[in-house]
């Protein structure tokens, strides 16, 4: 614990970070009058990620940013009368954590239409929500399970069969999709989609069919994700108001996790203006609790020279403010340089066309000082984009443009090293910890020990990020991420990473706070719990850095703040934040639900046991009942003293 500054210290400091913050200061033997904090934090565990100043047990704040941070007597000798007091009960605080590539502004419009397995740990569990689910969803619209989860966490460690889904829900559509690889359609949807046995196969993608030519509702990607996306798209949308809501909710989820602010790497189906319309209208109401900085995603094959052109000429990087603001390109750039990490088919090469679309847009984006990141999961799409950008920047330096590659997995040493160079950046995700078994089973455990290698990315001198890639592969919990980084575990449990490869929690932290401030080019304006920056904090319920590892991943915070004004509370803090108007519609599985889902205590973990011993995708070896039917029937089957005796069956008493 660092020595406690007295009052005249603490002073002192807030008045050399008070230019521009309002504050008011008078220098010399009379610098000890200011003007007070709107507001104080006390009696917590600060970690601030300030290197001068690295614990503190209180915080003042004035005019949304961080003027003081210390001990308990000496913020709150800084209190004047109107000074709001907010006593932390003891419990850790770290700066609000920002996310370096999520899709917010996409999962936001359809949040309240999803049926979230994220966090679920038995497909009995996720079989029973669904069911519920699908009981109360109208005509003519869908149940969706959009991504989010991985069939090892379940304890039956797979997914459901077809034949399961379509005895829960016979009319009603149902959509599941499984990371980049694979989407589930019972027969409802398959006919409100309208795919026959006419149906020709999208590029790139497998329409799974029966002996007579009829698809059974099994897509595949091989190994681009297009046919999945395509036929998501084609459910039913949310009205504009309802679109609004949702998105408000989906914000206070991510708030509820700690995530104050993210940068959204666009996405497919998400075109500019157009579909930035809701986020746009939040924001000029005010109403938005998460700091987002967008990144544009190219749309049309073909056409992406085009939608830079047009874009370098509507926008700036940097325009907006500081709860909003335009980023730069990508994580699309061209087409051609897209490969697709779906681990259970082989690696994709790509076109011999990949440079030639690549770098007139690159070259565009460099003379306008656009910066971009590139998603690039294999080494050898790395190697060949920085070829192109090598060439680029002989003509037009590219350091300083704060340019990036996302992913990187495979990355090589020599690779890395070509980055740092250049100036570049690169920001890695936990998709490994929801495909690290499938990694494993292809390439080799050997293999998977550095994917990707991130204490050789940092010992490169590299700025280095973390974030989610949420929502359609792994899961916005930042906490999933954070316990990866430390652990190098995967949901399902398998250490994929030595110990040489793991990262200690305080450097994982800073990579989901202060790293992530290169990545939006706003360095020293958040991460950090200090004078002159955002007052973006999270209270935690539990202490990050005591709590065992495999307790990291339940983390969650009880209070959010964003600006100094808490916008999530929980617990002592609920009657801090402002409340939500209720899920629209009043159907949506987030009402009922919410979104992640507490992992069940040990105790109340063990009635899953028995799915996974049991393990059977339709029909019990012993006696002979479908397991879907079951799910399917009015029983209790949460209940497992119940179910065994609505079922009379033992095999399931394990």
Not at 44 to 66: C, E, H, M, W, Y
Not at 175 to 197: S, T
Not at 458 to 470: E, M, Q, S
Not at 590 to 602: I, L
């Amino acid at each position: 614990m660092t020595t406690s500054p007295n009052r005249r210290n603490v002073v002192a400091g807030i008045g050399a970070a008070s230019t521009g913050l309002g504050i008011s200061s008078v220098r010399g033997e009379a610098q000890t009058m200011i003007d007070a904090p709107d507001m104080i934090f006390f009696n917590g565990k600060v970690t601030t990620l300030d290197r001068g100043n690295p614990q503190a047990q209180a915080i003042a704040i004035r005019d949304s940013r961080f003027v003081a941070a210390s001990d308990d007597r000496s913020i709150m000798a800084l209190a004047g009368p109107n000074t709001k007091r907010v006593d932390l009960k003891g419990r850790r605080v770290i700066p609000g954590l920002i996310d370096s590539h999520t899709h917010i502004i996409r999962g936001g419009l359809n949040y309240n239409l999803e049926l979230r397995w994220d966090g679920v740990r038995s497909l009995s569990e996720a079989m029973r929500m669904l069911k519920q689910q699908v009981d109360r969803t109208p005509a003519p619209q869908w149940v969706r399970v959009v991504g989010g989860f991985t069939a090892p966490q379940f304890a039956e460690k797979r997914l459901p069969s077809l034949e399961e889904i379509n005895a829960i829900a016979p009319d009603t559509p149902v959509f599941i999709l499984h990371l980049y690889d694979r989407a589930l359609l019972n027969g409802a949807a398959l006919r409100a989609v309208g795919f026959n046995k006419d149906t020709p196969d999208f590029p790139g993608g497998e329409i799974v069919r029966d002996s007579q030519g009829n698809p059974t509702g099994l897509l595949i990607a091989k190994p681009n994700a297009t046919i999945l996306y395509a036929t998501l798209a084609k459910g039913p949308k949310l009205p504009l108001e309802y679109q609004k809501n949702s998105s408000r909710h989906f914000m206070r989820e991510m708030n509820r996790l700690g995530v104050t602010g993210v940068i959204d790497a666009g996405g497919g189906f998400q075109n500019y203006p157009e579909d930035y319309q809701v986020i746009e209208d939040l924001h000029k109401d005010g109403q938005l609790t998460v700091r987002i900085a967008y990144n544009l995603f190219t749309q049309k094959p073909k056409e992406e020279l085009r939608d830079f052109q047009t874009w370098a000429t509507q926008i700036k990087p940097g325009q907006g403010d500081d709860t909003y603001r335009h980023n730069g390109a990508g994580e699309m750039l061209v087409y051609g340089a897209a490969d697709y990490e779906d681990f259970q088919v082989e690696r994709p090469d790509m076109p011999p066309s990949m440079e030639g679309d690549l770098e007139p847009v690159i070259r565009l984006l460099a003379e306008n000082r656009w910066p971009w990141r590139l998603h690039a999961t294999y080494n050898e799409t790395i190697t060949r984009a920085l070829d192109v950008f090598e060439r680029v920047d002989r003509d037009i330096p590219l350091k300083g443009l704060n340019w990036f590659f996302d992913h990187c997995e495979t990355i090589d040493d020599l690779n890395i090293e070509r980055i740092a160079k250049l100036g570049g950046g690169i920001a890695v995700q936990h998709r490994m910890a929801y495909q690290g078994e499938y990694f494993v089973q292809r390439y080799g455990e050997r293999q998977a020990e550095r994917t990707p290698p991130i204490r050789r990315m940092i010992a490169a001198g590299i700025p280095v990020g973390a974030g989610t890639d949420a929502t359609r592969v792994a899961s916005y919990n930042p906490w999933v991420s954070l316990s990866w980084l430390v652990t190098g575990k995967t949901l399902g449990g398998l250490t994929l990473y030595p110990t040489a490869n793991r990262i200690d929690r305080e450097t994982a932290l800073r990579m989901w706070t202060e790293a992530n401030t290169w990545f939006s080019t706003e360095q020293g304006k958040k991460g950090q719990i200090a004078p002159g920056q955002l007052a973006d904090f999270a209270v935690l319920s539990d202490d990050y850095f005591s709590v065992a590892d495999d307790r990291i991943q339940d983390i969650t915070a009880v209070m959010t703040v964003l600006g100094g004004n808490p916008v999530y509370g929980d617990g002592d803090f609920k009657d801090l934040a402002p409340g939500l108007p209720p899920p629209m519609p009043d159907w949506s599985p987030s009402g009922f639900f919410g979104g992640y889902q507490k992992r069940a205590e040990s105790s109340a973990a063990s009635k899953y046991a028995f799915a996974a011993a049991c393990g059977c995708a339709s029909a019990c070896n012993v006696h002979g009942h479908a397991h879907a039917n079951s799910w399917a029937a009015n029983v209790p089957v949460s209940d497992v003293t119940s179910f065994w005796g609505a079922i009379g069956c033992s095999c399931w008493a394990f």
